[in-house]
């Protein structure tokens, strides 16, 4: 960074704290996470400007949650499971997505892992357990409950985080899932990404209570608020409340506040409603910003350092796109495969008519 931007929010942590935040490894850690939420940042620039050039349909970016997304993906471990909500897609490419697969999937291509089934950026990912998400506010939340539940009815050691928008709150799967989860003391993680929006409704229209973590208290279980843009508090809280599920200590409520500094996708105008001073006050809790003054200050990445991993990236991104979008769509026969484990009469017809009227191509 030349110079931080005006009014932006530093992260004063001494080397002294970081290793008893983070542990011996802390210049690594800091390192990897700084790769991946430029790599957040870098992505949601490519991606929204593909959609706005009429190339993808539809895009979510998640420019403010990266600390979230990236803290948590370090945090947590490859036998955990993951049910996302709206702004994930970056943990998910940190837990291991194959990034050329998730294009293709943006694409909505032949080679989508999803064959275009799913709206553009609702990625799905079984190796490294992300289940994708249907977009419908909330329904992860109950869902996620019976993961964790199941993986201890099992004897597995992951546990199950459940990520959703200050929004989904207000929602009855909020409601059934706190409370089951409490009762049962499943080893469920609900971390809320309160980025004080959801679309156009300010969190405070939304709900009466303004300190979302304290919800948890009504459920009897455990809740707190930390600091969404500061990637050390992320991976710290996130450990925390891991170490203390598998001990069995119940189900725990991260709330992790944000700034939105995009529109809620690529489908809305926030200028529309954003109060004049928003973008100012989000851009002062800038995740990548701070963390990089962090990291300047520190001097953990030398200036050519960083820069060749900008490039990098972007490299990575230009080959992606350049192979998906040259990949055929999905042949139409793939409407009529994997929807129910035995074909019967009506989807058989069904698909017989089509080819029929498609001029007789399928297999
Ligand atoms: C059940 C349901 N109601 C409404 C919508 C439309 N919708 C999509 S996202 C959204 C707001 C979500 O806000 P929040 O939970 O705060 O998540 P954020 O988008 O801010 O990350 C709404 C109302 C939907 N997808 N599903
Ligand atoms: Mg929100």
């Not at 490519?46 to 979230?68: D, M, N």
């Not at 928008?165 to 971390?191: I, K």
């Not at 809740?223 to 843009?229: A, E, I, K, L, S």
């Not at 996130?238 to 725990?252: D, F, K, Q, T």
Request: charged letters at 20%; hydrophobic letters at 40%; aromatic letters at 8%.
């Amino acid at each position: 960074m030349d110079s931080p931007p005006e009014g932006l929010l530093p992260l004063s942590y001494t080397e002294a704290e970081l290793a008893q935040k983070l542990g011996d490894g802390w210049k690594g850690t800091l390192e990897l996470a700084y790769r991946w939420m430029l790599f957040g940042r870098l992505m949601d620039t490519r991606f929204l400007g593909l959609q706005r050039q009429g190339r993808v349909g539809f895009y979510g970016p998640a420019t403010g949650h990266e600390a979230v997304n990236v803290g948590s993906a370090l945090a947590l471990q490859k036998e955990d499971w993951i049910l996302p909500g709206l702004r994930e897609q970056l943990l998910a490419l940190a837990r291991g997505l194959d990034l050329q697969g998730y294009v293709h999937h943006l694409f909505g291509n032949g080679t989508d892992p999803s064959l275009g089934r799913q709206m553009p950026c609702h990625p799905t990912g079984k190796p490294v357990h992300y289940v994708s998400m249907a977009s419908t506010v909330g329904t992860q939340i109950s869902q996620a409950v019976g993961s964790a539940y199941a993986q201890r009815y099992r004897g597995e050691t992951g546990i199950t985080a459940v990520f959703f928008g200050d929004g989904a709150t207000s929602t009855t799967d909020f409601h059934s899932g706190m409370n089951f989860a409490s009762v049962y003391n499943v080893p469920v993680l609900f971390v809320c990404a309160n980025n004080q929006w959801a679309i156009s409704v300010p969190v405070a229209k939304q709900t009466a209570v303004p300190v979302l973590a304290n919800k948890a208290k009504a459920y009897g279980m455990r809740g707190v608020r930390m600091d969404g843009t500061d990637v050390v508090e992320v991976i710290s809280q996130v450990r925390e409340a891991r170490a203390s599920l598998l001990a069995g200590n119940g189900p725990v409520f991260l709330e992790a506040l944000v700034f939105r500094m995009n529109p809620h996708s690529s489908s809305d105008d926030p200028t529309r409603y954003y109060p004049a001073n928003w973008m100012k006050e989000a851009r002062a809790h800038d995740p990548l910003g701070r963390l990089e003054g962090l990291v300047d200050r520190l001097q953990l990445l030398a200036p050519e350092k960083k820069e060749a991993l900008r490039k990098e990236i972007e490299d990575m991104f230009r080959k992606a796109i350049a192979e998906a979008e040259v990949a055929p769509p999905p042949s139409p026969d793939t409407l009529f495969r994997d929807t129910l484990s035995e074909t019967h009469w009506p989807l058989t017809e069904e698909r017989d008519t089509f080819d029929r009227d498609q001029g007789g191509h399928f297999p």
